[in-house]
């Protein structure tokens, strides 16, 4: 992950966050949240792209995940996530920020917004997961074996976590971008690190506040890859039903990794979302 470096620490509950700011200080905020087992490293494009568009684009990885510390008996829990991202908030200074979530960051950012009060301008999610039942047969079988492939040798963990990861993409990954979303899995703390999170995905999470999508009151716009095989595209149609107002905008060509399948087209309706009067 060279040519992608998070430069500032936020020591959170949960272990030491690596985040950075891109754009100009003055610009209108704009948070990135990427989902599992990803990092920020899947906004790289669309991070620089709104910087020069004079946002402040504010990027992070969560706690055991990418540059951010990782560590055994660590929750990384949606839970946990949910107030790290309100803590980091309010260390950054922001009150109301457009947040634009992927994966994972979806319920995270709905969490905190639902939960604990953060404010947001607008918020887009993309491919979130947010509506009960998730969880891929692959994510349930090492969720319910965690122990057992946290034994994998090393080579055979990271065959399995590459190809893991490239099942998200459509139109497949450049080798060098499946070598960076590969990295933090990679060492002896990565690998006890990916089956960590994991086990302690829980789908209560979400259950916790899927009944409150009706009280959403901030513009909300719905983005999803019409070929993602890890969420179907039919759950951003009930999502978009769920939450007041919200539009729903479906990416083509793109599978579930849509910043990286199709950032000028997921770009474009971000754009024009966070431009959008009202």
């Known amino acids: ?3 992608w470096r998070l430069h500032r620490t936020y020591d959170s509950p949960s272990g030491t966050v690596r985040w950075d700011r891109l754009g100009p200080q003055d610009g209108e905020p704009v948070v990135l949240m990427h989902g599992t087992p990803f990092s ?10 709104l910087a020069a568009r004079h946002h402040q684009v504010f990027v992070w990885d969560m706690p055991g995940y990418g540059a951010s510390e990782k560590f055994d008996g660590q929750d990384v829990s949606l839970a946990a996530q949910g107030e790290v991202f309100s803590g980091l908030l309010e260390h950054w200074g922001l009150s109301g920020p457009s947040v634009i979530a992927h994966d994972f960051g979806g319920c995270v950012s709905l969490r ?26 692959f994510f349930r079988l090492v969720g319910e074996n ?17 190809e893991y990861i490239a099942s998200a993409s459509h139109k497949g990954l450049r080798p060098d971008t499946a070598d960076a979303l590969l990295s933090p899995w990679s060492d002896e703390t990565g690998q006890a690190a990916f089956y960590r999170q ?11 506040i899927q009944g409150l999508y009706p009280e959403i009151t901030v513009p909300v716009t719905v983005c999803w890859g019409e070929q993602d095989t890890w969420i179907p595209v039919a759950r951003a149609h009930e999502l978009a039903t769920l939450i007041p107002g919200a539009r729903l905008r479906l990416i083509p060509g793109a599978g579930h990794l849509v910043p990286l399948d199709a950032p000028a087209l997921l770009l474009a309706e ?9």
Not at 40 to 49: F, G, R
Not at 112 to 137: I, N, Q, T
Not at 148 to 155: G, H, K, S
Request: charged letters at 20%; zero cysteines; glycine letters at 2%.
């Open 40 to 49: 920020s490293y899947v906004w790289q494009e669309i991070a620089h792209a």
């Open 1 to 3: 992950m060279e040519t």
């Open 198 to 208: 994991i086990a302690q995905a829980d789908q209560r999470f979400t259950d916790e």
């Open 270 to 278: 971000l754009l024009a979302f966070l431009t959008t009067t009202g």
């Open 112 to 137: 905190a917004h639902l939960l604990h009060k953060a404010e947001y301008r607008r918020l887009a999610l993309v491919d979130p997961v947010a509506l009960a039942p998730w969880g891929s047969p």
């Open 146 to 162: 965690t122990e057992v492939f946290e034994q994998l040798p090393p080579p055979l963990h990271r065959a399995l976590v590459r």
